[in-house]
């Protein structure tokens, strides 16, 4: 990375706070039949099977539709669900926030495993021949699992490109990118999933529409000289959005400048007289519902901001320029497109859009 750090390089827990390892399987669990699905003959496969895609350096092999699908993460949730999948999901796991508008009834007839991360254990009692997660902190070493872990169980694991193309996750914090992620690489996603599960006409027109919201949430829209700043958690140590993520996307549809784009860390952690130097024209704040961090909800941080002496006299808080976004929308999802669509309707309501 280029620029110079602007706060610790390295925090000690993620923003998405990890749990510790998962405890040994037993031999029993290991013996189970899940991941049945995934070891059907290639002779016995239907029309069109086995189908692969290539992602994050693996290849994702299923030799039939998935039909007992468990999502890791909500933002892997949402594209399942979005895709009309629910009645091929086993359960999901891993939230920060209410499932998207427009999908609550698909979403409660999914099993929810865990609020949080999964263990292993919980995962395989729910007999997956699929599992998709959206962070390499989740299906990853220190999470409930490899993805070679799981193959070597029978069970395809599928990672979302946008936390892996462009970017390193081999630190302690949420990686480094070395190329601004875009929504096509979310859209890459969307037709991966459906191409999995054979439903690839559902995968097109979803991202037909994605794409249409974008354009028309930034027709007119140039905020040109107009500075954002992303905060996700942490009243002690801000988690701050750097320049190349889901942030980045939102920022760059708008025309406006991120004031933390000088580093490259996907949510680097900084101190408050960092944040008061900046002086954004607008803070843009994670409403989460989650409760692993300090200051999780937008109200928490407002009351942080509007108290502190460091931060209340910041032209944002002054002005009271917030924009509330689900911690999801600040996350490389399908929801990044209501981070553009929020953020553009705040900025016309400030009058800073030109």
């Not at 914090?173 to 690839?200: H, I, Q």
């Not at 995968?203 to 028309?216: C, F, H, M, P, T």
């Not at 900084?270 to 300090?294: N, Y």
């Not at 990044?336 to 669509?341: D, K, L, N, P, R």
Request: with cysteine.
């Amino acid at each position: 990375m280029s620029a110079a750090p602007v706060g610790p390089r390295r925090p000690l827990l993620s923003r998405r706070a990890l749990r510790g390892p998962v405890l040994l399987l037993s031999g029993a669990l290991l013996a189970s039949g899940c991941g049945s699905g995934a070891a059907t003959d290639d002779a016995a496969a239907p029309a069109g099977h086995p189908r692969a895609v290539r992602d994050c350096g693996h290849d994702v092999r299923v030799t039939a539709p998935p039909r007992r699908a468990v999502s890791l993460n909500q933002g892997t949730t949402e594209i399942l669900l979005s895709l009309g999948l629910a009645d091929r999901m086993a359960g999901t796991a891993t939230w920060t926030d209410p499932v998207m508008k427009g999908l609550e009834k698909a979403n409660s007839e999914v099993p929810r495993l865990a609020d949080d991360m999964p263990s292993l254990e919980t995962v395989l009692d729910a007999e997956p021949d699929f599992v998709a997660a959206s962070f390499a902190s989740t299906l990853g070493t220190g999470g409930v699992a490899t993805r070679e872990r799981f193959t070597r169980l029978g069970v395809p694991a599928y990672l979302s490109p946008s936390d892996c193309a462009g970017k390193d996750n081999s630190g302690d914090g949420d990686g480094v990118r070395s190329e601004p992620l875009t929504m096509d690489t979310v859209y890459g996603e969307v037709r991966d999933l459906a191409r999995l599960f054979d439903v690839e006409e559902r995968g097109e027109k979803l991202v037909a529409d994605l794409e249409s919201r974008i354009d028309r949430a930034t027709s007119g829209v140039h905020a040109s000289g107009v500075t954002l700043m992303y905060w996700f958690a942490n009243s002690t140590s801000p988690y701050l959005a750097g320049c190349c993520g889901a942030p980045g996307v939102i920022t760059r549809a708008v025309g406006a400048e991120n004031a933390m784009d000088d580093t490259h860390e996907e949510w680097p952690q900084v101190g408050w007289e960092t944040v008061a130097d900046r002086d954004p024209d607008v803070l843009v704040l994670g409403d989460l519902t989650r409760k692993s961090q300090t200051a999780e909800t937008a109200a928490k941080k407002i009351e942080f901001l509007e108290s502190n002496p460091v931060t209340r006299n910041m032209t944002a808080v002054r002005k009271k320029r917030y924009v509330l976004l689900s911690g999801q929308a600040m996350n490389p999802t399908i929801r990044t497109v209501e981070g553009v669509e929020q953020v553009a309707a705040a900025l016309r309501e400030f009058g800073l859009a030109k």
